[in-house]
């Protein structure tokens, strides 16, 4: 279409208006060669097609740019205004031919622009235009732009162009949300989002406005570049205090940092922040704990991303609290006090404070839980090795922290008749007890009789007991372990029915499913099996050989595996589930007291 009398034309596809034969924003063809004769029903389908496509490329790509930092539901929310999903091949291809931001460190992006007090920051974000302090929100620089959040950033990032008012329309409706300039100097304008369309129009127009223009693309504070500019120094990120805190479940623990001084504040403001901080718990017999004290410039989203400013050292008994007053004296430099004891330089590295930290545990109550198959010849050294395992695990542990569920199972009871509904007796589940009352119940069924020959010797069914693991109630926070001890393994994945291999569960319950679970919110879990017999036949041996392959499942999922062969298999399992007091090591990094 054409503009005025200078021969500029707007793009069909992304709105742009531009003099040359090919559009600059999309690479739609504007001009091309003339074609003799008028244009057939066909070529306008032809053309019409072409624009829907190229449209929604175009769609894709703002949706690519406009998800960058939102959560899940906003990302499929952007897409499917494009049209489309996350994890669609269109999404895939547009995520390739959109390059990745590469923002600028503050000192290279302001390297040839002088300090001077005059200059003015302007800011343009996903939310809008911040200049010289003043707020613009983009409803007010382009009021034609959707009322819906979610759909107004699309349209910056570029989607749907082609509803959006020609450039005129545009420049006139941000020059009037501008404020008159004031006549300084220059202007650095901090593009969060450079790529997107309406924001580098913005740009462009406000360059237009000033004598001396610096555009630069830094996840710098705007805060940061003003005391940069006005020649003081600055932080360029948050310093924080780095505190633990246990997990949820097996007394491991989490990074929290808490920010001491924010970024943008001037470093030489010999700023004060005070954190009051306690000595976590410790093992018997540690009366001292030589606490690491770690202050980190928060300059990426994971702990391994943090840099290391001040690392020091405070001793504290088990639970003793403590205030520490941090002083800013420059960039790079905090000062560290204690209300109680003398801190002093630490030779840690951050690197090696992580690694301590990640093999530090306490001893926290264990809440165990046990399957046992039971029947067949080797039932007797099935249990004997689960009793001697729960005996171990309390040996290791103080009085009273150890609970024992015990869950057993048996075949599944296949019926020999053609078309007969699939019957089963569930499997035995005593909740959680003390480990004492556990072990009873457990040498009550070393002197039972369950050391027949299975009934149905090709139907275990251990995909049940591991579903009513679930089912238990009255979780204590804390350690948390599950213990299978087992002969025979499940079906093969993909395997067809056989009569050397175990069947099907007939209800149809998948142990694949229960398999990857546990693992995820319980400690730790082990897999102790018991090989039975050697192999006496070619069809024994290749159920043996299937068997192992399910068992490799099982490692791969995370389970520890032990063999019941193994000279220290009862001491190895034991460990894995519960490691003793003997090997608990303290927590290396203070807790945040309470008040």
Not at 382 to 387: E, K
């Amino acid at each position: 279409m054409l503009i005025g009398g200078s021969g500029e034309m707007g793009c069909p596809v992304c709105g742009a208006v531009s003099a040359a034969r090919t559009c600059g924003g999309c690479g739609w063809e504007l001009l091309g060669e003339l074609v003799m004769g008028s244009a057939t029903p066909v070529d306008r389908r032809s053309l019409e097609d072409r624009l829907a496509a190229a449209r929604r490329l175009l769609d894709v790509r703002a949706a690519v740019r406009a998800a960058r930092g939102c959560p899940a539901e906003q990302e499929r929310a952007l897409f499917a205004l494009a049209g489309t999903t996350p994890d669609s091949p269109d999404a895939g291809r547009a995520r390739s031919a959109v390059p990745e931001l590469m923002p600028m460190d503050l000192a290279t992006a302001l390297k040839d622009l002088p300090a001077d007090e005059d200059v003015l920051v302007a800011e343009i974000g996903p939310d809008g235009l911040v200049l010289g302090g003043e707020v613009i929100a983009w409803d007010r620089l382009i009021p034609s732009l959707s009322s819906d959040p979610l759909s107004r950033r699309f349209q910056l990032a570029g989607g749907r162009a082609a509803e959006l008012p020609g450039r005129d329309a545009l420049e006139a409706a941000i020059d009037a949300s501008l404020p008159a300039a004031r006549g300084e100097k220059a202007v650095v304008i901090l593009e969060r989002c450079p790529d997107w369309p309406l924001a580098a129009r913005l740009a462009a127009h406000l360059a237009a406005r000033y004598a001396a223009v610096k555009t630069v693309t830094t996840d710098a504070p705007a805060a940061a570049v003003a005391a940069r500019l006005a020649g003081g120094t600055f932080l360029p990120h948050d310093y924080a205090l780095v505190l633990a805190r246990p997990g949820q479940v097996a007394g491991g623990f989490l990074l929290e940092p808490r920010t001491l001084f924010p970024a943008g504040i001037d470093a030489g403001s010999a700023a004060v922040a005070e954190v009051r901080v306690c000595a976590p718990p410790a093992p018997g017999g540690v009366e001292r704990i030589a606490l690491k004290i770690p202050v980190v410039a928060l300059t990426g989203e994971r702990r391994d991303g943090w840099k290391p400013v001040r690392i020091v050292e405070l001793d504290l008994a088990p639970g003793e609290s403590a205030t520490l007053a941090f002083t800013l004296n420059g960039p790079g430099r905090v000062d560290v006090a204690a209300s109680t004891g003398t801190v002093r330089e630490s030779a840690a590295s951050w690197s090696g404070l992580l690694t301590e930290l990640d093999q530090a545990r306490l001893d926290l109550p264990l809440d165990l839980v046990v399957l046992v198959e039971l029947g067949g010849p080797r039932n007797h050294e099935r249990v004997a090795a689960v009793v001697d395992i729960v005996e171990h695990v309390q040996r290791g542990r103080p009085g009273g922290q150890v609970r024992v569920a015990v869950i057993l199972y048996w075949d599944h009871e296949i019926s020999k008749r053609r078309g007969a509904a699939p019957k089963e007796e569930p499997p035995s589940v005593t909740p959680f007890q003390n480990s004492a009352d556990a072990l009873n119940d457990l040498r009550f069924l070393l002197d039972s009789d369950y050391s027949a020959d299975y009934e149905y010797p090709e139907a275990v069914a251990l995909e049940d007991a591991l579903h009513a693991v679930e089912e238990l109630e009255t979780w204590r926070h804390g350690d948390r372990a599950l213990l299978v001890s087992a002969t025979r393994a499940p079906h093969p994945a993909g395997d067809q029915e056989h009569k050397t291999m175990v069947r099907r569960c007939p209800l149809g319950l998948d142990w694949r499913t229960a398999l990857t679970e546990p693992s995820d919110w319980l400690g730790r879990t082990v897999l102790l099996v018991d090989s039975g017999a050697r192999p006496a036949n070619m069809h024994e041996r290749e159920a043996a050989r299937r068997a192992e392959a399910v068992w490799e499942e099982f490692r791969a999922a995370r389970w520890d595996l032990v063999s019941h062969d193994d000279d220290d298999a009862i001491k190895t399992a034991a460990n894995t589930l519960a490691p003793p007091s003997a090997v608990a090591r303290p927590v290396p990094i203070p807790f945040t007291a309470s008040r």
